[in-house]
């Protein structure tokens, strides 16, 4: 099995920025695909950021809605996998969600992703 915790959400004005952290325990890390999904109030949950990797090759892939604003990375030596949030606003509230996949190839279904964290709060004032 594979646990993902994430943490780093919270409440921020616009404009501001925010780091979530998701961290896998359970198994290699460096062979799964991660990604941010994201669930605003009321709403369904969205596709966010993807990262995957070969020996020489990292590729990403963003929303459009975030591209330019957020980044995702990893540390495979930590287990972990970032998004990093600048200009937040208020429509990027929501509770974000670490998925990770068994291939390495991105993807922006959330059908694709076989583990999932518990998600964190982020809430974005006016």
């Known amino acids: 099995q594979v646990q993902l915790v994430e943490s780093g959400g919270g409440l921020v004005q616009a404009g501001d920025s925010l780091r979530l952290s998701c961290v896998a325990s359970?198994?290699?890390?460096?062979?799964?695909?991660m990604a941010w999904f994201r669930q605003p109030p009321g709403e369904e949950r969205e596709f966010v950021a993807a990262?995957?990797?070969?020996?020489?090759?990292?590729?990403?892939d963003y929303a459009d809605s975030v591209k330019g604003r957020f980044t995702i990375s990893r540390d495979n030596a930590k287990n972990t996998v970032y998004l990093q949030m600048n200009s937040l606003r208020p429509e990027d509230t929501a509770l974000y969600y670490c998925?990770?996949?068994?291939?390495?190839?991105?993807?922006?279904?959330?059908?694709?992703?076989?583990?999932w964290g518990q998600g964190t709060q982020v809430t974005v004032s006016s």
């Open positions: 998925a990770a996949r068994l291939f390495r190839a991105t993807s922006r279904r959330s059908a694709d992703y076989d583990y």
């Open positions: 359970g198994r290699s890390f460096s062979s799964f695909g």
């Open positions: 990262l995957s990797w070969s020996a020489n090759t990292i590729s990403r």
